[in-house]
Nanobody
Framework: QVQLVESGGGLVQAGGSLRLSCAASGRTFSINAMGWFRQGLGKEREFVAAIGWSGANTYYADSAKGRFTISRDDAKNTVYLQMSSLKPEDTAVYYC?????????????????????WGQGTQVTVSS
């Protein structure tokens, strides 16, 4: 099993920045791709960004491109989501996810079912 714990959420003004962290523990050797999703109040959980097992491959939802950066530090078993130029519509609970599958397929990695493990989420609130 793998446990994921997110941190770094909070309240920020529009235009500000936040860095989310996701620390993995347990059978971390089984983790390949990792991703971030978010769920706004009353909305479906949506894909934000993903990073491959080596960190060389990344992919972003259109809403995140140019503003968010995903990265990973395997020595620390941690994945990050640096968010800048935040907008009120970025307000959501952000979830970290990890997949055991060694697959890099853009359509697949955007699907919730691709991921085997999920964190509990961290709230991000962007005020206008």
């Amino acid at each position: 099993q793998v446990q994921l714990v997110e941190s770094g959420g909070g309240l920020v003004q529009a235009g500000g920045s936040l860095r989310l962290s996701c620390a993995a523990s347990g059978r971390t050797f089984s983790i390949n791709a990792m991703g971030w999703f978010r769920q706004g109040l009353g909305k479906e959980r949506e894909f934000v960004a993903a990073i491959g097992w080596s960190g060389a491959n990344t992919y972003y939802a259109d809403s995140a491109k140019g503003r968010f950066t995903i990265s990973r530090d395997d020595a620390k078993n941690t994945v990050y989501l640096q968010m800048s130029s935040l907008k009120p519509e970025d307000t959501a609970v952000y979830y970290c996810a990890a997949s055991r599958l060694r697959i890099w397929s853009v359509p697949t990695l955007q699907q919730r079912g691709f991921y085997n493990y999920w964190g509990q989420g961290t709230q991000v609130t962007v005020s206008s």
